[in-house]
Structure formats: C-alpha cells, structure tokens
C-alpha cells in the first residue's frame, strides 16, 4: 500500500445514500437530518480543495441497487457537484475491487471522512478497510444511519459503532470521531 503521508487535501467518501435503501420498509435513522448535513459537509470538502466520493452500491440483478433500477440512484436531496466522483462498489467495502485507492492517490489524498449508509454494514467495513490502509480518518458521529435492526435500534447501533471506532487499532491509530459540524474546526 502506498503511504498517505504526503497528501495535503481530504475526501469525503458517502457511502449507499441510494433510493433504494431508504423506502418505507427500510426506514434509516434521521435520514432528512443526514442528508442536511452531508450536504454541507460536502460544501466545506469542496471549499478545501477536497474530493466528494460518491460510493454507489451495483446490486445483482433483481436487486433494489442494480444499475438498472430505480434504487440505485441517489437520494435526490444529496447535492452533487459535477466535478464529484462515483466510485462503484459490489461488497461491503469501498475499497474491495474498486478504483477507490486510485482515485484517492491521483487526488493526493491522505484524510478521509466517511460517511453514509448503513452504519453496520457497508460504512463499518469502508472504516475498517480505510484504517488498515494507513489513512487517517475520520467519522462524523452523526454522519452515518441505519435502520432498526430485530435485536438493536438504529441509534444503539450507531452509538456502538462510532464507540469501537474511536478505540480501534490500527497503523493509522483509531479514527477520529466527532459531529459533522465539528470536522474541519
């Protein structure tokens, strides 16, 4: 792995903010509040000098998340910049068989702030992938959701998991967690 020590700018990576993960069968967490503050977010990324990644999940067919469908579209709230980037992603994590690392390094970039959906899903793996990978990274505490699951409410889960990454080992140490307003302070 390349070391990302040289870089000198973040990237936002917002991972599944897809139509198809948030219908009324799946309920998320806060999702107006979210897509707020993604929103801005991205805003102040792009004012730095940032990359904003669009992470898009390629479900199989018959799947909500398939290209061909509607789901696999993004929330029509998000404000997408035509200067962001789609990386395209068929797991959990972002970084497994994508062009993610390479669109990181061309960018020069050796922060990133992940986000999105869903929290104990694809979000927990992108973390995990993203520290083992040396970068250093942050999470904003209210910058992810997920629904309720049968044995936990979303927001125990989100607590969970915003918890086990600010104690994580890692090359890059854990990952800083803070609320969205609180990233670039």
Known sequence: MIAHMTAARPALLIIDMQQGSFTPRTARYDTDGLVARLNRLAAQTRTRDGRVVFIQHDGPNGDAHHPDE?????????????????VRKTAC?????????RVLDDALVDELIITGCATDFCVDTTVR?????GYRTTVPSDGHTTADR????????????NAIWADFMSPAGAARICPCTDVFA
């Open 70 to 86: 509607p789901g696999w579209r993004l929330l029509p709230d998000l404000l997408v910049d035509p200067l962001d980037t789609v």
């Open 150 to 161: 049968p044995h936990l409410h979303a927001t125990q889960i989100i607590a969970h998991h």
């Open 93 to 101: 994590d972002a970084f497994l068989h994508t062009n993610l690392d």
């Open 129 to 133: 992938s993203a520290l083992a990978r």
